[in-house]
């Protein structure tokens, strides 16, 4: 962790020049993803809504997608998603999923930029993670620190770009895995929700020698973590079998032995991997934002999970006639 701390003294940010709002729409194709994506800064400059990142003396653009659909604020609320492009083989830098079917159209990240602002009332922004959905980089080197260290100096960008004061996050799966960090990393965030999130490595390695492509650790940071004051809000659905709920529950525990405050629910994915919790942590940071109690915010994600019980129910019936 010296090491790393070091490399912080090498990060700087330039906010690209370019209007605000959504874009016009593009298909971003796997395949490209997959091989990594590069983009000079006049290219990022560009860009409607993009930031340009320096980690380590090489630049990134990062891009995200606002929208102010349900009302502005000076303290965004910011999604980021799971991991993309399937299983990544570190040997061969591939991954098993790059095919048609895992090409992106950035209306739908529009769209979940939309829904977010609607639900909290406030600026909603979809940030794309290093090497997908229109961002810099190779994906293959998602949930490490070098990913984290991009998230945190766009997010710098973007506070000074648009004169922000904070965030408020919310992440699914290795996005989850990004707000851990983030939490340890700044200061200005006042909500905080990770869903699904593999919080905790419990062992779990990724052997590589460059101490920025390793993979990060929330738990080791919860000494820091502890003593924010961000509200940190878990979901987790207990039968997860991609993420397991131990290394979720390890973070929890920690936090708490620690001295600091979190909030964990338990809630029911309707997916066969029991893994997307997206729409919980949703309303769990629409109720965050709002100030809600968690007594409240544990009643709505229960009336959230009888609807989508029977939702699903419904949907795998066959049909009649």
């Known amino acids: 962790m010296t090491n790393l701390k070091k490399i912080i003294c090498g990060l700087s940010f330039l906010a690209t020049v370019g209007m605000g709002g959504s874009a016009e729409a593009e298909i971003l194709r796997a395949a490209q993803m997959a091989r990594g994506v590069s983009v000079t800064q006049s290219q990022c400059a560009a860009l409607g809504t993009a930031v340009w990142a320096v980690v380590a003396n090489t630049g990134y653009c990062v891009r995200y997608y606002v929208s102010v659909k349900g009302g502005k604020g000076m303290m965004p609320a910011v999604f980021l998603q799971g991991d993309k492009l399937g299983t990544y083989r570190e040997s061969t830098r591939s991954f098993s999923d790059a095919g048609p079917s895992a090409d992106i159209d950035t209306e739908r990240l529009q769209a979940l930029a939309d829904e977010l602002s609607s639900m909290t009332r406030t600026t909603g922004i979809y940030l794309a993670r290093p090497g997908v959905d229109g961002s810099a980089g190779h994906h293959g080197d998602r ?35 990004l707000v851990g960090g983030l939490i340890f990393m700044r200061a200005d965030i006042g909500c905080a929700v990770p869903g699904a999130g593999r919080l905790a490595l419990l062992g779990e390695t990724f052997n590589v020698k460059d101490p ?29 079998r991609l993420v397991k709920a131990k290394n979720q529950n390890a973070f929890v525990n920690a936090v708490r032995k620690a001295g600091g405050r979190v909030e964990q629910f338990y809630v029911q994915a309707t997916d066969e991997d029991r893994h997307g919790v997206r729409r919980y942590a949703f309303r769990a940071i629409e109720g965050c934002i709002k100030g809600e109690s968690q007594q409240h915010i544990a009643m709505a994600l229960e009336v959230l999970r009888q609807l989508y019980t029977v939702q699903a129910v419904r949907s795998s019936s066959p049909k009649k006639g």
């Open 143 to 177: 949930r490490s620190w070098l990913e984290l260290y991009i998230v945190h100096v766009a997010l710098d960008a973007i506070k000074k770009k648009d004169g922000y004061t904070g965030f408020h996050l919310v992440g699914q799966s290795g996005g989850a895995a």
């Open 212 to 240: 920025l492509r390793r993979l990060f650790d929330p738990v080791r940071e919860v000494a820091t973590i502890a003593r924010r004051t961000t509200r940190i809000i878990v979901v987790t659905d207990p039968e997860d």
